[in-house]
């Protein structure tokens, strides 16, 4: 199972115990010498909570205490879907307007839920929403993406003609080998996500990993971003131990084709040893295999990370996306 926080209305309740002794998990229980209980919140006094259900967009904007204007983050996810909002919470509580986007697998989005509906033009509708809002700076938005949400935003900032003032990509792929949909498309939606099962491989015990889906072999060529064409700053964070998309082979083309177009200096990399796929906000536990379905059967993904390093990756790269987030938008 994977821990996470659902409704960042609420906080979470953390019991800290301090017992006597080495504590070993072979042996009993030591005795407790103290105990309290507290609170772990993802929005600070003052954050405002707003759903969007705006021109067919599906999402949650988080705006920051006070009138702005603000700098602001478009929040994207993988293909887990439905609508994530615990780092855009965070975001806010840092004093960005963030707007965490629902694109696949959310009841409100057009469409069957397995199947990915949505395109560039949604996309660049959501950015566009994010940027026109009267406590957003217009000039300074970014967009931040982890796993197949990199691929959105590399997309949007080499697809659309929109300028986004910098992106964060975590262990993403630049294309698919699933095609994306496109206004040209007539029914608007994708093949199935994840691409052909053909590209799913499995482990002894039957656990799933997708990424030869995502090898730069396998990718469709309509699907892949122009990274050439890419403007902004752009920070790559990976995990070394990322067994569910091939994101060292992804962020080296992104680094190649930007060395190639003569714009080395717009790549930051940031590299974990340890690290696995869901490079998350800080000091929460890593899923290094957890529960991906239950229907038709049940069945676990395999995403990587041992557990002490993927704790630094999180705690260190959140503070240097922060760094990177300050240098580009305010």
Known sequence: ????????????????????????????????????????????????????????????????????????????????????????????????????????????????????????????????????HHQVCADRVGIIGLSFGVLLALRIATRTGLRPSCLICVNGPVGSSFKIPDDDDEDGSSEETEGDQEYWTYDDLGHVTFKNVFFPAHMCPESKAKIEDLACPLM??????????????????????????????????????????????????NARQPLYMVKPKKSFVIWGGHHALHAAAQADSWRKMQAFMESHLR
């Open 236 to 285: 790559y964070v990976l995990g070394e131990d990322d067994l569910s998309s091939p994101s060292k082979e992804n962020a080296d083309l992104i680094e190649e084709a930007l060395n190639a177009a003569g714009k080395s200096h717009l790549f930051t990399r940031l590299s974990y040893p340890g690290a696995g796929h869901l490079i998350e906000p800080p000091y929460a536990p």
């Open 1 to 132: 199972m994977r821990l996470r926080k659902r409704n960042v209305e609420t906080p979470y309740e953390v019991l800290l115990s301090l017992l006597e002794g080495h504590v070993s998990p072979s042996k009993g229980q030591s005795s407790e010498l103290a105990a309290v209980t507290t609170e772990r919140w993802y929005m600070a006094p003052g954050v405002k909570r707003i759903d969007v259900r705006q021109d067919g967009i599906v999402g949650t904007l988080f705006l920051p205490p006070g009138p702005g204007p603000f700098p602001a983050m478009l929040d994207l996810w993988g293909l887990g879907g439905g609508l994530v909002e615990y780092r855009s919470a965070l975001l806010a509580s840092k004093g960005y307007a963030s707007l965490s986007l629902a694109y696949f697998n959310h009841q409100d989005l057009p469409g069957p839920k397995k199947r990915l509906n949505v395109g560039d033009s949604y996309c660049k509708a959501a950015f566009q929403l994010l940027q026109d």
